[in-house]
């Protein structure tokens, strides 16, 4: 898509002859890429349609198909090799070379929807920012060589309208041929070295033509030029722009303009949202800061968490399910054990486990988060999981305000804190019938005084555990 433009710089005009040529390396080169692309694209995305019958999805991507079709088909190659050949006129050349542009145009709004679904993705949204970037760059090679391709249009129209008026002339060939004779009688038809207008209006296009930038055999030496003014074109929205009664060179302006205030407003946003972006990641590092728990961590692992959120932004409140549950694995399975060891050799059934059992706990612990008011079990119903308390507090009781101070380790105000669990039962059931489903119920309710961030250890869990150290 980049190169495409290079198809418009490949004619190269004559002031001597009154006529045109083609820049064959250039020629050479833009074929040759356009083509072994096109061949590599097509191979690529026939070998996924076949793939999709086999998955019934061949509906949903055949019309996407079609589109990369016509828009990879080598219409630029075709008439440029017609019109060197000779099999085509001149002025058909440039007739049908529009049809180029509105493949290319096609081709844009392609790449935008592409854009658009690797912003959704994770994996690919940098590489749609990098594309991004590069736009307005792209659209200053695209309109520099329009700008080129129309002046060079421009001047073979004042040629044929010159030799309307000379009878000798006929038809003025626009292919260049060593056997055809110099004409001069346009020269000064066709100058612009005097700023007459009402003899030929090159509009737009006069600085192109004086400069003498269709007559240069080095590409570079055209394509830097048109580059440049199409650069400053933009940037100041085509205003300085000659006024001109004709439709297409209107049409074109009014292009530059909407094109140039859409990349600006683009990038204003870009910087905008960029910008918040930057300041929601210094809040969510500031957040996992004062998150208490945090500064249990060792200091190596903090900088690891650090520098995955601030990398994959999330926009919810920091706590241990969300700490645990938007890492990797390896992150994950650190903190658990780092946070929740210390919890489970405070149980006294516990407390003569090796690491590596106690590891096998952490490792099928679950963060969870309750909220103020909400109830964690009721008295009466099975006891489906231990409880271990990293932060908050709960109350637990009976129906009869009774407290149920033997699963809390001494502590005798009816209270769950910081350190505290509940739930040992289990220990005691899953030791002594492996076979057994019916859990033991509970004797106490418990509920969530304030937010509460835990450890569950679901009843299964300990359950296979215990089976696999046994084991």
């Known amino acids: ?103 290319h145009g096609l081709k844009v709004i392609r790449l935008a929807k592409l854009i658009t679904e690797w912003k959704n993705s994770y994996n690919l949204n940098k590489w749609a920012n990098l594309t991004f970037n590069f736009g307005y760059l792209h659209a200053a090679n695209v309109f520099g060589s329009l700008w080129y391709f129309f002046a060079v249009q421009r001047k073979a129209e004042c040629w044929k309208k010159a030799c309307t008026d000379f009878t000798r002339c006929g038809l003025l060939p626009l292919h260049c041929d060593d056997s055809l004779t110099n004409y001069t009688f346009s020269s000064d038809f066709c100058s612009t070295k005097t700023q007459n207008a009402t003899i030929y209006d090159f509009g737009i296009f006069r600085d192109a033509i004086q400069s003498g930038v269709l007559d240069e055999n080095n590409f570079f030496r055209r394509y830097l030029p048109c580059f440049q003014w199409s650069l400053q074109t933009l940037s100041c929205f085509g205003q300085g722009l000659p006024l001109s009664t004709n439709v297409l060179e209107n049409i074109f302006v009014i292009s530059i303009t909407i094109t140039g205030v859409l990349l600006f407003f683009l990038l204003i946003g870009t910087v905008q949202s960029e910008t918040s972006k930057v300041y929601e990641i210094r809040q969510k590092v500031r957040e996992i800061d004062r998150w208490l728990p945090f500064g249990k961590l060792p200091k190596k692992l903090q900088k690891e968490i650090k520098e995955y959120q601030t990398s994959k932004l999330q926009t919810t409140c920091v706590d241990v399910e969300y700490v645990v549950n938007h890492l990797p694995r390896h992150l994950r399975k650190n903190i658990k054990q780092k946070l929740c060891l210390d919890l489970l050799k405070k149980v006294e059934e516990f407390g003569n486990w090796s690491d590596s059992s106690l590891e096998r706990l952490c490792d099928v612990v679950k963060p969870v988060v309750f909220t103020e008011r909400s109830y964690i079990l009721q008295e009466g119903n099975p006891i489906d999981q231990m409880l271990f308390v990293l932060q908050g507090k709960l109350w637990t009781y009976t129906s009869r305000s009774i407290a149920g101070s033997s699963s809390n380790s001494g502590n005798l105000n009816n209270h769950l804190e910081d350190g505290d669990f509940s739930g040992e039962e289990l220990i005691a059931w899953a030791k002594a019938d492996r076979d057994s489903s019916n859990l033991p119920l509970s004797t106490k309710t418990i509920q969530a005084l304030t937010n509460v961030e835990a450890f569950v250890l679901m009843a299964d869990d300990l359950k296979q555990v215990l089976l696999n150290i046994d084991n």
Request: net charge neutral; glycine share 2%; with cysteine.
């Open 1 to 103: 898509m980049v190169l495409d433009p290079v198809f418009l710089y490949i004619p190269v005009t004559n002031d001597e002859k009154k006529c045109f040529q083609f820049d064959r390396w250039v020629m050479s080169v833009a074929i040759a890429e356009r083509s072994a692309f096109g061949v590599w694209y097509l191979t690529n995305r026939t070998s996924e349609i076949r793939e999709s019958i086999h998955r019934n999805y061949s509906k949903s991507l055949l019309p996407v198909f079609l589109l990369d079709l016509s828009i990879i088909l080598p219409l630029p190659q075709v008439l440029v090799l017609l019109a060197y050949s000779q099999r085509i006129s001149g002025q058909e050349f440039f007739s049908l070379m529009n049809l180029f542009l509105v493949q």
